[in-house]
């Protein structure tokens, strides 16, 4: 099982902060820090010092570590047109020596366009479609070969399609709990599915409905990862978890039946039961970005258990 370290900047982390965590993951051991793509906090607070580029962000990280995998949970589509996306993740690939990973959305957030001017358009799983078709293909094209691509949203005629990313094939990752139009895409696009915070039951419901995508058009279901992400609370005792929990604004037997909370034993179990349910990555939503105690505390007392 892969331990990922995720990140919500947008409440409010500079990239000083972000780096720091980073690093603390690569010295720990985690096999990457992913971070969201939002550009306006969630809930109540002020998001000081404001919000980060996702992609700015992995850029000075591919630089400023050695090892672990970056990427996002997840872009938003509404943010960048595919053709400059193409580009931007293809150069931070080359920037990590082959580390980048992208995880690519539909974009949800409408309150985020409306604060800072980005349009937000009807029937984006449309456009995701078109995206993912473009991203991918652009990557594929062989070098001397020109890319041509014909939808509704998105037209591109002659492009030389480079950079490469230095990865073969850079890994995408497709996620939400969409019945028949997001396990699709995912069993077309996808090197990994992941689940936004869903119970162990709606876990194994939706990677099966993966896995029959995937079958359908002649892919074998094992092909793709599947993961989870979870917000994360973990506490040596009681009086720890209720800290960390109290820290983040959350209910400790709120975070024990949607997340990771408890003991290292508790969580331990609780991943076991994701396991089995088929998910072989979870990617550890960590709110409180200061406290990098709680790294520590899951990559000695959990992560070795795995």
């Not at 449309?126 to 041509?148: I, P, Y």
């Not at 194994?204 to 793709?224: F, S, W």
Request: glycine share 10%; charged share 25%; with cysteine.
């Amino acid at each position: 099982m892969d331990l990922r370290i995720f990140t919500e900047p947008q409440q409010g982390a500079s990239y000083d902060t972000l780096l720091r965590v980073a690093r603390t993951a690569e010295q720990l051991g985690y096999d990457g820090f992913f971070r969201s793509d939002h550009y306006l906090r969630m809930g109540d607070g002020d998001g000081l010092p404001g919000p980060t580029d996702a992609w700015i962000t992995l850029a000075g990280l591919a630089r400023e570590t050695e090892r672990i995998r970056l990427g996002t949970l997840m872009t938003a589509g509404t943010f960048r047109l595919p053709g400059v996306l193409a580009i931007q993740v293809a150069q931070v690939d080359a920037m990590s020596g082959g580390r980048i990973e992208l995880g690519l959305g539909a974009g949800w957030f409408e309150e985020e366009h409306s604060a800072y001017g980005i349009p937000f358009p009807p029937r984006r799983i449309d456009r995701l479609e078109e995206q993912l078709a473009v991203v991918t293909g652009l990557w594929e094209t062989k070098v001397g070969e020109t890319f041509d691509f014909e939808g509704e949203h998105y037209r591109l005629k002659d492009s030389p399609a480079l950079p490469k990313p230095v990865q073969d094939k850079l890994p995408v990752i497709v996620g939400g709990m969409g019945p028949q139009r997001t396990p699709a895409l995912a069993a077309r696009y996808a090197a990994e599915f992941n689940l936004p915070f869903q119970s162990v039951e709606r876990t194994r419901e939706q990677i099966d409905r993966v896995r029959a995508a995937a079958e359908e058009i002649g892919r074998p279901g094992d092909d793709l990862v599947y993961s989870n992400a979870l917000v994360t609370c973990v506490g040596r005792d009681d009086a720890e978890v209720a800290r960390r929990a109290a820290a983040i604004g959350r209910e400790v037997d709120e975070l024990r039946t949607n997340g990771l909370a408890g003991s290292p034993a508790e969580v331990v179990e609780k991943i076991a039961r994701y396991r089995e349910a088929g998910s072989s990555r979870i990617y550890l939503q960590i709110l409180d970005l200061h406290d990098l105690d709680h790294l520590e505390l899951i990559a000695t007392e959990v992560a070795r258990q795995l």
